[in-house]
């Protein structure tokens, strides 16, 4: 049987007059990575927030590790780890001293072992010491995931922890992070960046204005979207806009970069044919076509936007 180590039933947040969380539930397996997505002020970090103990629920009930988050805060703790927005280390201290100092803290034995430990499995051992004020963004974050992990905690909580960085650094980030998972870590990360989620998750949860409106793995959240779009490619500019519009009831955008004219459809052979006809009776030549799967950005925004119209 399958053993989740976070249960969330029927979570409830407010500030004053505002919901920010609306009796969400979701649970999350052990050893898995969990994706937690939504816009800015969907309640996401409310969300890390009261399963970290740093804030308390209005109502509902929360579980980690089996300890209630609202009542048995000190089991809670000792299972978790917490990675905010912005790295969490000391500029004056050296990566070397900001480890030793958090595993001193939490009374561990040979804290400089565990700092040697972490500094080569993160790739700061040329830096180790060094003051923090000379680390890159993407050293600081790694750094701060380092001293994270100093007690081995079984889950791990990564509020958007790419912002900011290069691309380079964001895929070494994306490499620990499954190599933690890998290793029986839970890990339960919030990001603005879609592709992120789509290439780490296990499992996604979307929020929206304090309630989870989808929940599942990549594919299952795909497969909400029965459409994707229809690639044709093209000689020139001018078949370009006869082709836009013969198909003008398929909704087609432009790619003049790629001399392209993207169409949704139904992911029917039957519709596909029927578009290929049109062109064909047209004249117009199409020098290739393509069908194009749907994105989790296409079923985030779907989503997003089905629910903002109130349909």
């Given at each position: 049987?399958v053993?989740?180590?976070?249960?969330?039933?029927?979570?409830?947040k407010?500030?004053?007059?505002?919901?920010?969380?609306?009796?969400?539930?979701f649970?999350?397996?052990?050893?898995?990575?969990?994706?937690?997505?939504?816009?800015?002020?969907a309640?996401k970090?409310?969300?890390?927030?009261?399963?970290?103990?740093?804030?308390?629920?209005?109502g509902?009930?929360?579980?980690?590790?089996?300890?209630d988050?609202?009542?048995q805060?000190?089991?809670?703790?000792a299972?978790?780890?917490?990675?905010?927005?912005?790295?969490a280390?000391?500029?004056?201290?050296?990566g070397r001293?900001n480890?030793r100092?958090i595993?001193?803290?939490?009374?561990?034995a040979?804290?400089?072992?565990?700092?040697?430990?972490l500094?080569?499995r993160?790739?700061?051992?040329?830096?180790?010491?060094?003051?923090?004020s000379?680390?890159?963004?993407?050293?600081?974050?790694?750094?701060?995931?380092?001293?994270?992990?100093i007690?081995?905690?079984a889950?791990?909580?990564?509020?958007?922890?790419?912002?900011?960085?290069d691309?380079?650094?964001?895929?070494?980030?994306?490499?620990?992070?499954?190599?933690?998972?890998?290793?029986?870590t839970?890990?339960?990360?919030t990001?603005?960046?879609?592709e992120?989620?789509?290439?780490?998750?296990?499992?996604?949860a979307?929020?929206?204005?304090?309630?989870?409106?989808?929940?599942g793995?990549?594919?299952?959240?795909?497969?909400?979207?029965?459409?994707?779009?229809?690639?044709?490619?093209?000689?020139?500019?001018?078949d370009?806009?006869?082709?836009?519009?013969?198909?003008?009831?398929y909704?087609?955008?432009?790619?003049i970069e790629?001399?392209?004219?993207?169409?949704?459809?139904?992911?029917t052979?039957?519709?596909?044919?029927?578009?290929?006809?049109?062109?064909?009776s047209?004249?117009?030549?199409?020098?290739?076509?393509?069908?194009?799967s749907?994105?989790?950005?296409?079923?985030?925004?779907?989503?997003?936007?089905?629910?903002?119209e109130?349909?």
């Amino acid at each position: 049987m399958v053993e989740n180590v976070i249960s969330v039933s029927n979570l409830e947040k407010s500030y004053k007059n505002v919901d920010v969380l609306k009796k969400i539930s979701f649970s999350v397996q052990k050893g898995s990575i969990f994706a937690l997505l939504g816009s800015n002020g969907a309640g996401k970090t409310t969300t890390i927030r009261i399963l970290a103990t740093l804030l308390k629920p209005d109502g509902g009930d929360a579980q980690i590790c089996g300890a209630d988050v609202a009542t048995q805060g000190n089991d809670v703790r000792a299972a978790i780890s917490l990675t905010g927005q912005s790295a969490a280390v000391d500029d004056i201290l050296t990566g070397r001293e900001n480890l030793r100092l958090i595993a001193k803290l939490r009374h561990l034995a040979d804290a400089n072992k565990i700092a040697d430990e972490l500094l080569e499995r993160f790739g700061l051992t040329d830096a180790a010491d060094r003051a923090l004020s000379t680390y890159s963004g993407g050293m600081r974050r790694r750094l701060d995931l380092a001293m994270s992990l100093i007690g081995n905690p079984a889950v791990i909580f990564l509020d958007e922890p790419t912002t900011g960085l290069d691309p380079q650094s964001r895929m070494a980030m994306w490499k620990i992070i499954r190599e933690l998972a890998g290793g029986g870590t839970t890990v339960f990360l919030t990001t603005q960046y879609l592709e992120e989620a789509e290439q780490l998750a296990d499992q996604i949860a979307i929020l929206n204005e304090g309630k989870i409106v989808a929940d599942g793995t990549v594919e299952e959240l795909k497969k909400m979207l029965p459409s994707g779009h229809l690639e044709l490619r093209f000689a020139d500019v001018a078949d370009i806009e006869r082709a836009s519009e013969v198909l003008k009831t398929y909704e087609p955008s432009v790619e003049i970069e790629i001399q392209a004219v993207l169409v949704k459809i139904d992911g029917t052979v039957k519709q596909m044919v029927a578009i290929l006809s049109e062109l064909e009776s047209a004249n117009i030549p199409v020098l290739e076509f393509s069908q194009k799967s749907p994105t989790l950005e296409d079923v985030f925004l779907t989503i997003i936007n089905y629910r903002k119209e109130g349909l």
